[in-house]
């Protein structure tokens, strides 16, 4: 071979190599939890900063009328992502049947949200446990004995007055046998391994939210009932009273000029933090003994199908109100630590729902926070608020409230998720006060 062909022959070798494309990476690349922050697919910091997207209505297929344009309008608002809810009684309407044309639409509300380049965080949704009640377990997993239903001043006093919704909720955490003789937290596993499966490969997920606001059954009672008490001592020590009457408490906590009142009261951020820590025990108890077991048997059922997506941890509802949390990390069957995993709790100030907004304390808001942050730090958790805000009359004051809540979040360097979703928000004087720190968080 002359030295002219044996130099035509290496340059075609070498344009070959120049024509081959990079190796492919082989599948999704997922957001993953890393320490205390979230990476992106690039393996980039990633800060959450997003709204919920929730529809609670049987009548309209646990899905309304969201369409592209509401998470085209999210995006439009600088948020990249969506934490939105899903409801065990629209996956499950009968015992181990999963409704898939449900679980299809569903996946077509992520669609839209990844159209918009928008990351989905999948919420399993209740309140008051049961669509009996509220949202949540289908009928048939809502064993309440046929006890009372009693509803109060603000939804939430439910869980406290309801012998239905504890009753209801303590089978739930002792997983009673449903109609078929499976347990019903065995079907909730269940559940949320087919949700799993169904979103396993999509990278637009981000993971699973596995209980919104977990919540005892008839320790719920008990736990209000020694705050109060623990209250009723420090207001009479404080006035120099010899007893002070709880009973008189559970009377005004009945009535909206009543609990404006003991609202007033706990704006003294030591009283507030001397009631809530005689709760403590209880909700620790609760976390410990119960939640953390269904959140176990829940993450076996979908790191058999998904090992890939983020376990977002809830602790229990009384830490919205900074009751600390006794949650730990998840673990598998040789005791290793699952190594995706987030904490994801909410806060919000005492007088959501209320008449009583004006009364907002920016200490009590920074404290919830700040022990939210505190238990991250400790287990070495990413964090994300699912929830906060509720300022449904979208005004000047709840725009001020929001300017402070957004401050905490950047001050600690956490996502967060706005509730919740209105199409009216994007008219609103609140929707520039829910603008993050420049730089955080765009996909």
Known sequence: MSRFSLMLMLAACLQCGAAQPAPERHGPVFVKAAGMQFLDASGMPLLLHGINVINKSKDQGYVGDFSPADFAAIRSWGMNCVRLGIIWDGLEPQPGRIDEDYLERVGKLVGYAKAEGLYVLLDMHQDLYSVKFSDGAPAWATLDEGKPHTV??????????SAAVQTALDHFWENA???DGVGLQDHYAKVWQRVARRFRDEPAVIGYDLMNEPFPGRDALRTEQAILRRLAELLAARKGQKNAAP?????????????????RWLNDISLFTGMMEAGTPIMQDFERGRLMPMYARVRRAIRQVDAHHILFLEPSMSANAA??????????DSGRRDPQQAYAPHGYDIVVDTNSKDL???QRVA???RRHAEFAGKWKMPMLVGEWGAYYDFGAASATLARFAVQQFDALGCGDMYWAYRRELG????LPSLARH??????
């Open 438 to 443: 420049p730089g955080g968080g765009s996909r």
């Open 427 to 430: 008219r609103s004087p609140l």
């Open 323 to 332: 009751i600390p949390s006794a949650l730990e990390p998840l673990t598998d």
């Open 177 to 179: 046998p449903g109609p």
């Open 360 to 362: 907002t304390s920016n």
């Open 247 to 263: 009973d008189e408490l559970f009377a005004m906590m009945a009535t909206p000029d009543g609990r404006r009142q003991i609202t």
């Open 152 to 161: 109060g001043a603000v939804w939430s006093d439910a869980y406290y007055a």
């Open 367 to 369: 404290l919830i926070f």
